[in-house]
């Protein structure tokens, strides 16, 4: 993070701009808005400048700009072509412990100009580091088509009604939940269609009967995907958003423990082979004990909580205890990074139909129904295979697979650390030995492997 976003109040400060061209003219308009007290500074401005009309009223001097000028002010922008001026102020800025922002040139300034989406009271500011102007104005003009135009108005009702409600709802996790429903239920859709009284109506109503309300925690079991955060679904996005906890595991990626709630309590629970950190029993009876103390609970599991994901064992402890839950299912592993590798599980000239198995059992050991799993026209999907690997595909050969029948192992499918090694049941095991494989890793088995080659479209750098 090269710069630290915060918001100013700049209502009655003085604010400086050195300049009186367009670029100037652009920047004034900025900053009135948020009611600064603006002095423009410049040897000659054009005629938009000239004819500003603004409240509280914006102060023109025409000369040559001195230095000590800056002094009377906190924040200044220098909006001019000459670089030895520019270069002059910001040093002067920095100096003084001043603000400055010199337009077009993030190396001398020492806050800048983000893009703005403007639903006051509500403001979001989206920014490039001054990296690239333009596309962060195309992130603005993303999210002004996601923010309704009566967001303000909404921010403004909640703020009229927001002592009356710490007074009724003293605890503040439950206050948390009375604002989120109102935020995202029929009051918003009332503001959001202009009917304001309606709205504030039942949003009296909804706080004269929130003693009714059923406080009790809920458990979301939420598929995460491989490792791809765009690959998460709307609505996993939304519960990880407004979990009180999340309980992760091993395979959920850095990138997607970035996207919950920024006060969350986070509590990982990873295992991996021969090192169960938290046994499951532990993990089943943690996800009811934070839900009855009133929390709600996002479960994140790599790939989809039911594909070799022990969901199934999780609700079953939540079933049994009476602790509400909801199952988000995920791109599992198999067709996330099946799909990144270009690797189709099915294909009419080679497969007809797909096997997910795991390369462990519960006690360890491979015991899978070979005989089946060497039929022809299929593919195979294994699981935490990496480990018994050699095994795995000394058994296919010694159930009727050609040694040459192709093979190949993906790592860390559908990330930038992606990598995809491609061999026969013969010669995989001995090419793994040469190389340093970082899991999780998984396997596939079968003459649709022959298509990565061509088909192989993700290609992270």
Known sequence: MNYFPIFLNLTQKPCLVIGGGGVAARKIKLLAKAHACITVIAEKMNATIDTMVIEPELVLIKKTLVLEDINAYQLVVCATNNKSLNQAVANYCHQAKILVNVVDNPSLCSFIFPAIIDRSPVIAAVSTGGVSPVLARLLRAKIETVVPAHFGQLAQLAETFREKV?????????????????????????????????????????????????????????????????????????LMQQADVVVYDRLVSPEILELVRRDSEQIYVGKKRADHSVPQASINQLLATLAKQGKRVARLKGGDPFIFGRGGEEIETLMAEGVRFQVVPGITAASGCASYAGIPLTHRDYAQSCTFVTGHLKDGSINLNWQQLTAPNQTIVIYMGLVGLEKICAKFIEHGCDKTHPIALIQQGTTSAQHVIV???????????????????????????????????????
Do not use: C
């Open 166 to 238: 710490k007074q009724k709802i003293t605890i503040a996790s439950e206050r948390r939940i009375f604002w989120e429903n109102i935020l995202q239920g029929s009051v918003a859709e009332l503001v959001f269609t202009g009917k304001m009284t309606a709205a504030k109506t039942l949003l009296e109503q909804q706080l004269a009967t929130t003693n009714a309300l059923d406080h009790q925690g809920e458990v979301y079991l939420i598929g995460a995907g491989p490792g791809d955060p765009d690959l998460l679904t709307f609505k996993a996005l939304r």
């Open 423 to 461: 061999g026969t049941l013969e010669s995989l095991p001995q090419l793994l030995k040469t190389q340093t494989i970082k899991p999780p890793t998984l396997i596939i088995i079968g003459q649709v492997v022959t298509l990565h080659s061509t088909l192989g479209w993700f290609k992270p750098v």
